[in-house]
């Protein structure tokens, strides 16, 4: 059974940086694309950036320019760097990978983390 771990979040005052890292333990089994999501209190879950095995990304127009994600597949772990933090980035923050076990190849399965806090002071 694949688990993601995050880790990263914290307190930082607004303009600072922060990053989060999000690991997946197990075995027999690959990963495709990787993300990350957030939520806000009374708001609905949404994408930050995501990243295909590829290596192609894709950012939430209001991160674009600060956050940057990164996979190192080696470790199977995706990184988000977020510079430049607002206020409005405050939020929890969720690992998602779309995961592919070694003995069911065609049937694709989606992980999430169990989310890290990010609270952005201004």
């Known amino acids: 059974q694949v688990q993601l771990v995050e880790s990263g979040g914290g307190l930082v005052q607004a303009g600072g940086s922060l990053g989060l890292s999000c690991a997946a333990s197990g075995s027999r089994f690959s990963i495709n694309a990787m993300g990350w999501y957030r939520q806000a209190p009374g708001k609905q879950r949404e994408l930050v950036a995501e990243?295909?095995?590829?290596?192609?990304?894709n950012y939430a127009d209001s991160v674009k320019g600060r956050f940057t994600i990164s996979r190192d597949d080696a470790k199977k772990t995706v990184y988000l760097q977020m510079n430049s933090l607002k206020a409005e980035d405050t939020a929890v923050y969720y690992c998602?990978?779309?995961?592919?076990?070694?003995?069911?190849?065609?049937?694709?399965?989606?992980?999430w983390g169990q989310g890290t806090q990010v609270t952005v002071s201004s």
């Open positions: 990243i295909t095995s590829g290596g192609s990304t």
């Open positions: 998602n990978a779309g995961i592919r076990y070694y003995s069911r190849p065609n049937s694709p399965l989606n992980y």
